[in-house]
């Protein structure tokens, strides 16, 4: 594996519909708070659709961390950590409940008259056995599962982040070659799934300005169903700056077709981390902030959107002193927000 990789691990959120209910009686009546704790400190609501169409979960980590200083009267660390809580971050699609988790997200999405944010971070052979390691047990339990995502979907709106590192992952050689053809065809029936959905858009992630060049993962995206889906995504989970991030978008936008792009720009906001091991400088680093917040209002028009596609304060995974991938870890969240200018 080399050093700039670094996709989130997935938690499986037991989401389901009365769940979605619950989340959705939380927002604020009209759905166009100003995400501001008002008379309850705890409390997130969503953000000004027109800026930031995406749902804001207010029983996510950060929302529960909020909470939880509000009542120990630590209003200091529950102001930093608000600056997460009241941004919409992706929701990572857990392995068991595929539809029960994606109709609950989107049912809440819905009430709050907003947009989810999914990601689907299953392929089988995922992260080649490392912190992230899993995946689906073959191709078949992988398009169940996808079918499973697509009927909790429905025509409810929907923005989908589609397997992090999994084309980035055959380009590097982490992907033994026989896995490679398997990979390319489910990819393929994944993008074709959802756009088949009425209001779903479909992002294939490609890596980010760090690894490589675009001339080595256009061919694999075109394999892959970029043709057909909305375009791709950049920069997830990882810390590079949105400037090279936009830069290397363009270049491999102009390789496949000028499809736009999505940047995930949750923890880019002093850039990538330069010092230790250069193989996992990916991996919690320390110093680094939040970057630009989820918007649609972008510096250039092939970029569709800035979004919090890693969930800001859950870990990379068992290094430097972080709990398991995806896990909650409120000290380097704290960090991440205290190192952010309002």
Not at 40 to 45: E, F, L, P, Q, S
Not at 78 to 84: E, F, S, T, Y
Not at 220 to 240: K, M, T
Request: hydrophobic share 35%; with cysteine; net charge negative.
């Amino acid at each position: 594996m080399y050093g700039s990789r670094g996709a989130a691990g997935v938690r499986a959120t037991a989401v389901v519909l009365g769940a979605a209910l619950l989340i959705a009686s939380c927002t604020s009546g009209d759905g166009d708070g100003d995400g501001d704790k008002g008379g309850d400190d705890a409390r997130i609501t969503q953000l000004p659709k027109e800026a930031a169409p995406f749902w804001v979960n207010p029983h996510g980590n950060a929302a529960e961390q909020v909470a939880d200083y509000a009542r120990d009267g630590r209003e200091t660390e529950a102001d930093q950590i608000r600056k997460i809580a009241q941004q919409p971050t992706g929701e990572w699609i857990g392995p068991e409940n595929p539809e029960q988790e994606a109709r609950g997200f989107t049912e809440a999405a819905a009430e709050a008259d907003r947009t989810a944010l999914l990601v689907l971070y299953n392929i089988p052979h995922r992260d080649c056995g490392q912190y992230s390691g899993g995946g689906a047990a073959d191709g078949d339990a992988y398009r169940a599962w996808i079918d499973g995502v697509t009927q909790g979907i429905g025509d409810r709106s929907a923005t989908v982040i589609l397997e992090p590192d999994a084309l980035l992952h055959l380009v590097d050689g982490c992907t033994p070659k026989e896995f490679h053809e398997e990979r390319y065809a489910l990819l393929t029936y994944a993008v074709g799934k959802l756009k088949s959905l009425r209001s779903t858009k479909v992002y294939l992630d490609a890596g980010n300005a760090g690894w490589g060049h675009p001339d080595q993962i256009f061919d694999p995206l075109n394999r892959a169903g970029i043709a057909e889906a909305d375009g791709f995504s950049v920069n997830v989970s990882n810390f590079y700056s949105t400037e090279d991030s936009l830069a290397y978008g363009k270049d491999l936008s102009a390789k496949v077709g000028g499809k736009h792009f999505v940047i995930d720009t949750s923890r880019n906001g002093n850039g990538p981390y330069t010092e230790g091991d250069p193989d996992e400088r990916w991996c919690n680093p320390p110093g680094r902030a939040l970057g630009e917040t989820p918007t649609t209002r972008t510096a250039d028009p092939s970029v569709d959107a800035y979004l919090w596609i890693k969930r800001p304060g859950e870990s990379d995974g068992e290094c430097k002193g972080g709990p398991k991938a995806g896990a909650w870890w409120p000290a380097y969240a704290l960090a991440l927000a205290q190192a952010t200018t309002p």
